[in-house]
């Protein structure tokens, strides 16, 4: 444990602290020493019992971090479900950037397979509107079909076939 020595308007400040083994500094206690003449008396122990409280609370002495399997199985069911859905909906709807990265794909990488500039794929990512062929290519670049599919207030879905007769022709 150390001692950090400071003043705050004129008064003794005393901070302890340890190194947990990663060496990360674990701020324990402070107080004004002032006219405290049992203030280490008092302090130290205080400290001694906070670092062993940390060191307790299960915390992996060589990462310094709690294992992911401590920290779900502390999670409630529901909460489990919640995190569950939350997840397949993400991984359902993703921006192009989004699907790109979680292809582990670089703009780089993208620009090569189309024969295009780097700068030429950020702004297909960046654009809100683009043509139905630049889609398809991207999603194909990435080893993906592009389907474009209608849905309708009754339920009812239409799988929309005639962009697939676009290969190699312009819209």
């Given at each position: 444990?150390?001692?950090?020595?400071?003043?705050?308007?004129?008064?003794?400040i005393r901070i302890f602290y340890a190194f947990d083994p990663r060496r990360?500094?674990?701020?324990?206690?402070?107080?004004?020493?002032?006219?405290?003449?049992?203030?280490?008396?008092?302090?130290?122990?205080?400290?001694?019992r906070l670092y062993d409280?940390?060191?307790?609370?299960?915390?992996?002495?060589?990462?310094g971090h709690r294992s992911f399997d401590t920290l779900r199985a502390k999670i409630s069911?529901?909460?489990?479900?919640?995190?569950?859905?939350?997840?397949?909906?993400?991984?359902?709807?993703?921006?192009?950037?989004?699907?790109r990265q979680a292809r582990e794909q670089s703009q780089q990488d993208l620009a090569r397979e189309l024969k295009v500039g780097q700068p030429a794929v950020a702004k297909m990512?960046?654009?809100?509107d683009m043509y139905v062929s630049n889609l398809r290519r991207y999603v194909e670049a990435l080893g993906?079909?592009?389907?474009?599919?209608?849905?309708?207030?009754?339920?009812?879905?239409?799988?929309?076939?005639?962009?697939?007769?676009l290969a190699g022709s312009p819209e």
């Open positions: 444990m150390r001692e950090l020595r400071v003043q705050s308007g004129g008064a003794p990360t500094a674990i701020l324990l206690i402070g107080g004004d020493k002032t006219g405290g003449d049992r203030f280490y008396d008092e302090m130290i122990p205080t400290a001694d409280a940390y060191q307790a609370r299960g915390v992996d002495p060589m990462s069911p529901e909460r489990r479900a919640r995190n569950r859905d939350a997840t397949e909906r993400m991984l359902r709807e993703m921006t192009l950037h989004e699907l990512e960046r654009r809100a993906g079909t592009l389907e474009i599919t209608a849905r309708f207030p009754d339920g009812a879905s239409v799988t929309i076939t005639n962009f697939g007769e």
